[in-house]
């Protein structure tokens, strides 16, 4: 039977547990990686999530911001994180299932409104955690693995609504994209969604400035399914559920899901 993953930046796991039920309820995938849950460790209501048929779970949690969770209904072990720039932040967790498959869940900072580092502290942290990200894996390449979560970055033209009108637009700069595909490259990573679909216009983010997502569909594909080079050809199945974008109280980011058979 194939593995199935979904990741998705909830934005909050307290306030929108109900959806992530509805979700596994709905999706069933056997794993599912959350990113920006903005809840302690403590707090996350795992006990929830247990009753619905996931009880294995592995996190790094901070009250208000970031945070990082991997929910299973296949017994995991906790293999540690990573501290990108040294900040204490809840930005990565690691899982690793009794077949020896490691999964990093990863939230890379959203990096600001201007994208010049010079002026935005927070775009220079976008980019250091980029850097760190592709050297970790450089020196460390990755096997029978797979990075999933919400890299904060849109890297192709038709991964965005506009590529000319978001050139200069953080999440769709050429710097930020460089640096993506550095990290990449770096560790061997493919990228699962654009293996399954290669072509077309593919979003998995709608801001919420807009009136009707829906119609205007400004979308840009911010959340990533990747996986080491020797079981890239093992994926399949890719979609992004759109449509929970449009449920009561939503993330402004849609599921993005991926199966595997290993």
């Given at each position: 039977m194939p593995l199935t993953l979904a990741t998705w930046n909830i934005n909050s796991v307290r306030l929108r547990a109900a959806l992530v039920l509805r979700l596994l309820r709905e999706e069933g995938p056997d794993i599912l990686c959350l990113q920006e849950c903005k809840s302690p460790v403590e707090k996350i209501p795992f006990d929830l999530f247990a009753a619905a048929g996931y009880g294995h779970w592995v996190a790094r949690g901070q009250k208000g911001y970031n945070g990082v969770a991997i929910l299973?209904?296949?017994?995991?072990e906790d293999a540690g994180h990573i501290d990108w720039?040294?900040?204490g932040d809840a930005r990565h967790v690691a899982g690793?299932?009794?077949?020896g498959l490691t999964i990093h869940n990863c939230y890379i900072p959203a990096g600001g409104d201007v994208p010049d580092r010079e002026v935005n502290d927070k775009f220079g942290h976008k980019l250091d955690t980029l850097t760190e990200l592709r050297d970790h894996f450089r020196d460390a390449r990755p096997e029978k693995s797979i990075l999933v979560g919400?890299?904060?970055i849109a890297p192709r033209e038709d991964d965005v609504w506009s590529h000319k009108q978001l050139l200069k637009v953080v999440s769709h700069t050429p710097?930020?994209?460089a640096h993506l595909t550095d990290a990449q490259e770096a560790g061997g990573w493919i990228?699962?969604?654009?293996?399954?679909i290669p072509e077309g216009q593919l979003y998995s983010w709608w801001s919420?400035?807009?009136?009707d997502w829906d119609a205007s569909d400004r979308g840009r594909r911010l959340d990533h399914i990747w996986a080491s080079a020797d079981i890239a050809q093992a994926g399949h199945g890719s979609r992004i559920l759109r449509e929970a974008r449009g449920w009561e109280q939503p993330s402004d980011h849609a599921p993005v899901f991926a199966s595997f058979d290993l």
């Open positions: 299973s209904r296949l017994p995991l720039c040294g900040r690793r299932l009794e077949n919400d890299l904060n710097i930020e994209v990228d699962i969604t654009r293996q399954d919420y400035r807009a009136r």
